[in-house]
């Protein structure tokens, strides 16, 4: 005779039934909409540090394409994984002159740089250095499937200027949050972009 009863059976099937289910819907979740991924390296500093986690929305770019200044996480090969903010879309132009962001030809404003300026030493005197998307990429324009993106700590920053266009099937998301550390909690917002000279 076993020392449980049918309803104290019935009960442990109900609690072991619900744990599956709890967590094969966690499991959907992280492959198919969310995740928390870990920042490695400077190249996005301020904004990001490394050990930064972060939650990447992996939904959203299944049915529109990265905006201007996302943050965007992608993989260029088994070894390389990026974390870098999307600066130019298909059919933009780019150019950097005087420490200045133009896309098609008009200077966008980029305060999430402005930390890191401060505390450069006076004699260094572009944080950017001056290019156009033709000299980095031998392209005029980004092209249609693509973004060029920039690490926001631009004299450190592995990105489309050393490897080039980001095709956009490699995007995995865009951050959204950074959850940790606490002190460090806040999300990332979207930044517009200025159309008009």
């Known amino acids: 005779m076993s020392p449980y009863s049918e309803s104290e059976r019935l009960e442990w099937f109900r609690w072991i039934a619900t744990i599956v289910f709890a ?29 930064d986690r972060m939650l990447l929305n ?17 993989q ?51 944080f950017t250095p001056d290019f156009t998307l033709e000299q980095v990429t031998g392209e005029r324009r980004v092209p249609e499937g693509s973004v060029f993106v920039l690490g926001d700590n631009r004299p450190n920053s592995k990105d489309s200027r050393a490897f080039g266009f980001v095709p956009l099937e490699t995007i995995e998301g865009r951050a959204t949050f950074i959850l940790l550390p606490t002190e460090r909690f806040q999300p990332l917002k979207r930044l517009p972009l200025k159309k008009d000279k």
């Open 23 to 51: 967590l094969g819907v966690a499991l959907f979740v992280r492959y198919y909409f969310l995740n928390v991924t870990l920042v490695n390296g400077i190249s996005m500093q301020p904004t990001l540090y490394s050990n």
């Open 58 to 74: 992996k939904l959203q770019y299944k049915w529109a394409q990265p905006r201007h200044f996302d943050i965007v996480i992608f």
């Open 76 to 126: 260029l090969s088994e070894e390389e994984r990026y974390v870098k903010r999307v600066i130019g879309v298909p059919g933009d132009t780019i150019r950097y002159e005087a420490d200045q962001l133009f896309i098609n030809g008009v200077a966008q404003e980029e305060p999430y740089l402005e930390r890191y300026r401060a505390l450069l030493p006076h004699h260094f005197l572009q």
